[in-house]
């Protein structure tokens, strides 16, 4: 059966086999829909604060830091523990997310643990932060940036019921305009989809991230460089990562879920290579 997305109300899930997801740089092998919370089991993913929805087939979710709000219309699933109490899950669109369609993508570390202070760059009307907060929880703190006027405006409305999520209505290319706000931070995402994005990646992680943080930065290999083959435009921000003082530790293709796009994963000044939270 082939790759879904959302209909009817319904979240699309796939696995071929129970693992993480489908085969790096591929589709998984089957795919199906999980309605809201019937007879879905859920577990903990391999990346801290991420879970699988175990229903007829799988789909990623995240513990909703605030129940009973949807951002996107995403469906939901309540797991009863034993005691009785409830547990809310939201469904993680990987059509509407370049984190989860990397995730999806069997990528090893995505940099991320709860408790996190994750500076979000082109955050967009806010769907991925959404689940990056989630995932960091109570405890962390997610600095969304975003420059679009309409974005901004779905991001702030988000971020009023998430204590742990503040807007930055300002340019990514001029950090000084929000250091006040931001401090040191443990990971950096980089959305911004433009030919200097390293260079804007670069500047930010200078002010705002710790020795050995991670980041994550999307590229969209149309908005870097249309001319060229998406695979040498992917290999070119490799190079310029590493002239940066990146250091790329894993990179995940997100077909079918976004055309002529990878995710690259890695850490800055890194010292230590190893998983978060493990």
């Known amino acids: 059966m082939g790759i879904g997305r959302q209909r009817g109300g319904d979240v699309f899930g796939s696995t071929s086999n129970g693992s993480r997801g489908g085969r790096r740089g591929g589709q998984s092998g089957c795919s199906g829909w999980i309605k809201d919370g019937e007879g ?14 175990k229903g007829e087939e799988y789909a990623l979710c995240t513990k909703s830091m605030v129940a009973g709000e949807l951002v996107y219309g995403e469906n ?20 509407k997310s370049k984190l989860a369609a990397a995730i999806l993508d069997d990528v090893y570390d995505i940099g991320i643990i709860p408790g996190d202070r994750v500076l979000y760059l082109g955050a967009g009307s ?8 989630d995932i ?18 779905d991001l702030i409305n988000m971020a009023r019921k998430r204590t742990n999520v503040i807007p930055i209505i300002e340019d990514a290319r001029h950090p000084l305009k929000y250091q006040s706000l931001v401090g040191v931070v443990d990971v950096i995402i980089s959305d911004i989809a433009q030919p200097y994005q390293v260079k804007i990646l670069a500047l930010n992680a200078s002010y705002f991230l710790k020795k050995d943080g991670r980041f994550m930065i999307s590229v969209n290999a149309k908005r870097v460089d249309p001319t060229a083959p998406p695979d040498v435009v ?11 003082k990146f250091k790329p530790l894993d990179e995940a293709t ?25």
Request: glycine share 8%; hydrophobic share 40%; aromatic share 12%.
């Open 136 to 153: 960091v929880g109570p405890m962390g703190m997610v600095y969304a940036v975003e420059f679009s006027d309409r974005k901004a405006r």
């Open 234 to 244: 992917f290999a070119q921000e490799l190079i310029k990562l590493y002239a940066e």
């Open 254 to 278: 997100l077909e079918p879920f976004a055309r002529n796009h990878s995710c690259i994963f890695g850490g800055y000044r890194i010292v230590n290579i190893h998983k978060r939270g493990n």
């Open 126 to 133: 806010g769907i991925t932060v959404s689940h990056v907060s």
């Open 76 to 95: 939901r699933v309540v797991v009863q523990n034993e005691d009785g109490t409830k547990v809310e899950y939201r469904l993680w669109d990987p059509f």
């Open 40 to 53: 879905v089991v859920v577990e903990p993913h391999t990346h801290a604060g991420v879970f699988n929805a």
